[in-house]
């Protein structure tokens, strides 16, 4: 039986409506997302042969950031992250030199949804990658 195709997008956020408005924005714009508010539930979006094009944590609310970062820096190419950072959480300065692409709040929306459309679109697809 074929495996389904992975999402677009894999989106965590641990508070409700910040996720559910920019996931709906994200759909708005033609990509298919999975949203989730736990770290354990999207590790499990980021298996080996069936990862998304980019996947977005948004940082506020979350336990322990640091730790899903380092996670995030092995089971996902840095280009193909974009995180979401607030006071309190992770620096900016700091997500940047892990190789992560990074957003500092207050944010807009548009500009999450613009610069997912960029990271999609410069090349960092799992297809470019080798098959094991």
């Known amino acids: 039986m074929p495996q389904e195709p992975p999402p677009d997008i894999v989106l965590l956020g641990a508070e409700w409506q910040p ?3 920019i996931r709906a924005q994200l759909i708005e714009a033609g990509f298919d997302v ?14 080996p042969g069936s990862k998304p ?3 977005i944590v948004d940082l506020k609310g979350l336990s322990n950031p640091r ?5 995030l820096r ?11 950072t607030a006071i309190g959480t992770v620096p900016a ?4 030199r892990l190789g992560f692409r990074v957003l500092s709040r207050p944010i807009v929306i548009k500009d999450v949804v613009d610069t997912a459309a960029d990271a999609i679109r410069s090349g960092h697809s ?3 990658s080798p098959s094991p």
Request: overall charge positive.
């Open 34 to 47: 999975v949203a989730t508010n736990t770290w354990p539930m999207m590790r499990r979006q980021l298996r």
């Open 19 to 21: 996720r559910a408005m």
């Open 67 to 71: 730790d899903v970062l380092n996670d």
């Open 93 to 96: 300065a700091e997500v940047e």
């Open 53 to 55: 094009r980019l996947a």
């Open 126 to 128: 799992p297809s470019a």
């Open 74 to 84: 092995v089971l996902m190419n840095p280009k193909r992250v974009l995180v979401l």
